[in-house]
Structure formats: structure tokens, C-alpha cells
């Protein structure tokens, strides 16, 4: 595997379903990323990890629970969600978190 | 919060064209980076601009980083077939904005045979 990998690529799952997404980076850096992409929106940055670490949680609901259990890998818990959520789940990383990101293929999520 | 606007939002272009878009910024930013965007895929990294005033290419794709630091541009020349696809610009502030890109809306490009 080269690149960034998410799993699963799409997502069907109703409200009281708890599912997870996993992405992987075979980049060798330090930091990863969650955004959300939704129709006719920019991408919204969710969360930033720089050295597993959680730097950033941009106002997200409690709904959506990161995990990073090393530099590598990143997994979104999801529990309880609304129709809304529907959206393009993207993940990042980059050697450090001031330089150019790197996307994986996307989850698609949809939310019954 | 901070905003890109990119321009225009959509193209339809015949094949052989050039094309032109841009993004710009009410505040500075020390980063500059465009991406495309193909159905079902994520954004694939096109061309990263550190200084203003840098132009930088990336085959028929040319970048450039406002001397401003608050605008960017980017141009396609003699577009193919496969160039269609959204194309995001995003930048990032630095400072305490550590690790936030910001994007703008996209641009959508055609490009008819």
C-alpha cells in the first residue's frame, strides 16, 4: 500500500448504529487530519493529530470520537448520528502541520 | 473565521484551451496549495507555493503565490479531456492556525472534445 488508505469506501448505517472509519498513512509523517466534505460546501477541517496527539477539535459534535493510536493511524468513531452527517469523510497527513496535505480516497457515509 | 474565494465556480472549456482561475483572501497566508478533485476520490495535490511571488509548474499546470500574499492563481495550458474534475485552492495562515488549511469552494472544469 502506498499513499494515504481509508476504510471502509462507502457507508450505509442508521441512527442508532456505531460504526468506525479507519484510515492508514504510508508516508512516514507526523500528523493526520479528519475533514468532512458535504455538496456544495468547502471541506471542514474536524480534527488534527501531530504525533498522536489532538491538536485541534474544530467545534465537532460529541457524536464524532477520534482515535490515534500511533503516527500511522487514524480511526473516527461514530455513534448516534443524524441524517446530516451524510457527507464525504476525508483523511490527511503531512510531514509536519504546516506543510502540504495528503488525502486519501474518502469514506462515503450516508446516514438512514 | 478566514475565507477563500475562488473564481469562477464552474468552466466549460473546449479541449486546446487555457485555462485561468484564482483565489483570493481578506487576510495573509504563508501557504498556498491547489488541488483536484476526481467523482468519488479525494483531492490529489497539484502544486505547493512557500514564498510570494513564487510561479511554480507542474507540466502543462502553472501556479502562482500573489505578491500580496492574499490571492493565488492557477493556470492550465492546452487542456486534455482528463483535466476535468474540481480544482481547490487552500491555504494555510500559520502562526496559531497550526495545521488548518483553509479551502476555497472549487472550481468545476469541463473540458469538451
Known amino acids: 500500500e502506498t499513499g494515504v488508505t481509508q476504510t471502509p469506501r462507502h457507508l450505509v448505517m442508521g441512527m442508532t448504529n456505531k460504526k468506525s472509519l479507519k484510515c492508514e498513512q504510508h508516508?512516514?509523517?507526523?500528523?493526520m487530519y479528519w475533514y468532512k466534505q458535504s455538496a456544495k460546501k468547502p471541506l471542514e477541517l474536524m480534527f488534527v493529530?501531530?504525533?498522536?496527539?489532538?491538536?485541534e477539535n474544530n467545534s465537532v459534535p460529541s457524536r464524532f470520537s477520534p482515535e490515534c493510536p500511533n503516527s500511522s493511524h487514524l480511526f473516527l468513531h461514530l455513534h448516534t448520528l443524524q441524517p446530516e452527517d451524510s457527507a464525504l469523510y476525508l483523511c490527511?497527513?503531512?510531514?509536519?502541520?504546516?506543510?502540504?496535505?495528503?488525502f486519501g480516497p474518502g469514506t462515503r457515509l450516508t446516514v438512514t | 473565521g478566514q475565507q477563500l474565494n475562488q473564481s469562477p465556480q464552474s468552466m466549460f472549456i473546449q479541449e486546446g484551451e487555457d485555462v485561468s482561475m484564482n483565489c483570493t483572501s481578506s487576510?495573509?497566508?504563508?501557504?498556498w496549495l491547489w488541488y483536484k478533485q476526481d467523482p468519488g476520490e479525494g483531492p490529489v495535490l497539484l502544486i505547493a507555493l512557500y514564498k510570494a511571488g513564487e510561479l511554480t509548474s507542474n507540466g502543462r499546470l502553472t501556479a502562482q503565490f500573489g505578491i500580496t500574499r492574499k490571492d493565488s492563481f492557477l493556470n492550465i495550458s492546452a487542456s486534455i479531456p482528463s483535466d476535468v474534475g474540481i480544482y481547490f485552492c487552500?491555504?494555510?495562515?500559520?502562526?496559531?492556525?497550526?495545521?488548518?488549511?483553509?479551502f476555497g469552494q472549487g472550481t468545476i472544469l469541463t473540458v469538451h472534445p
Open positions: 487576510s495573509i497566508f504563508n501557504t
Open positions: 487552500a491555504g494555510h495562515a500559520g502562526g496559531t492556525s497550526y495545521g488548518k488549511l483553509t
Open positions: 490527511a497527513s503531512s510531514q509536519g502541520t504546516g506543510y502540504e496535505q495528503y
Open positions: 508516508l512516514g509523517h507526523n500528523a
Open positions: 493529530y501531530n504525533f498522536k496527539e489532538q491538536t
